[in-house]
């Protein structure tokens, strides 16, 4: 399947790629963008909503409709030494994490049974 990150606020296609499900593509764009995203959240707080369309259909032969809840978790509220109250402060668990000599990339972080994307 193809699918396009489009930005709520201003309309537009962030980023698209081919990937075999909606939960590989999210993993891509939060590598692409820097950022952990999920689908988990309340729709009317999206930051972003993503579409989906068969990769045999050409781009501009579709009609853009993204219908599925992007969101932005926190750095802070992600790490997982926040859930166990390690205090973050200045700029975040980037911070902490440098000061406990662990370094970050991107992975998949459980906390409190939900699946977020970094």
């Not at 997982?80 to 992975?107: H, K, L, W």
Request: charged residues 20%; aromatic residues 8%; negative net charge.
């Amino acid at each position: 399947m193809r699918y396009s990150l489009h930005e709520i606020d201003n309309h537009r296609v962030v980023t698209t790629t081919v990937a075999a499900d909606h939960d590989e593509a999210l993993e891509w764009f939060s590598e692409k963008l820097r950022l952990m995203l999920t689908f988990e959240g309340d729709p009317v707080a999206a930051d972003y909503l993503l579409e989906e369309w068969p990769e045999s259909l050409p781009y501009m032969a579709h009609t853009s409709n993204p219908t599925i809840p992007v969101f932005v978790v926190s750095a802070v509220a992600a790490h997982p030494q926040a859930s166990r109250g390690v205090r973050c402060s200045q700029t975040g668990a980037e911070s902490a994490a440098s000061r406990d000599n662990i370094r970050i990339g991107f992975s998949t972080v459980t906390i409190g049974g939900k699946l977020y994307i970094r």
